[in-house]
């Protein structure tokens, strides 16, 4: 099988160019509890309100600060459209295959436990990879100018997806959240 994916294909939780591996966890006995497949499964619509928007916007802000007048304006554009939450998101676990559906229905299909996955698109290449982690799972993807590390987790009823991105010609690491209630 053929473990390239075309980038058109890929859905991008945000901004890098990629798609996704994993490692799964294993802790017998360990105490950590994992949610199961049915907890995360199915369509889940954005429920952030304005205080999730306003925080993203800020650390949009942040990361961009320091940047010459010249270039701020557009990577601040950029990032507010590459980091606007999806309306809905759909995630099915299946054993150790996690399929992940977001804007316009691209769907990234990725085995969990496997090694990290190469893509490629017009931006370049990126590695991917997956893990579960307690009541949820962790999608990272690490291309040739930054990264990215989106941890979903249930938070009671909510689905909570936090970001973490990076980027050579940003200052620091931009973090926000985004919540999700079931549909």
Do not use: C
Not at 46 to 68: L, Q, S
Not at 105 to 114: E, F, P, Q, S, V
């Amino acid at each position: 099988m053929n473990d390239r994916i075309p980038h058109e294909r890929l859905w991008r939780p945000g901004w890098a160019v990629a798609g996704l591996a994993a490692a799964t966890l294993m802790f017998a006995g360990s105490g950590l509890a994992y949610a199961g497949a049915g907890d995360l499964n199915g369509a889940w619509i954005y429920i952030g309100g304005p205080a999730e928007e306003k925080a993203r916007i800020a650390a949009v802000d942040k990361v961009t600060d320091r940047m010459n007048v010249f270039m701020k304006g557009k990577a601040r554009g950029k990032l507010k459209e590459r980091t606007a939450p999806p309306p809905m998101i759909r995630i099915h676990i299946e054993g150790s295959k996690l399929t992940l559906t977001g804007r316009e229905g691209k769907a990234l299909r990725i085995a969990l436990g496997a090694p990290p996955m190469e893509v490629e698109g017009p931006k370049g290449k990126a590695k991917v990879s997956a893990k579960r982690v307690p009541d949820g799972f962790v999608v990272v993807s690490q291309g040739e100018k930054g990264g990215q590390r989106t941890t979903y987790q249930l938070k009671g009823d909510t689905l909570v997806a936090m970001v973490q991105m990076s980027g050579e010609r940003l200052d620091g690491t931009l973090t926000y959240r985004m919540s999700f209630g079931r549909k």
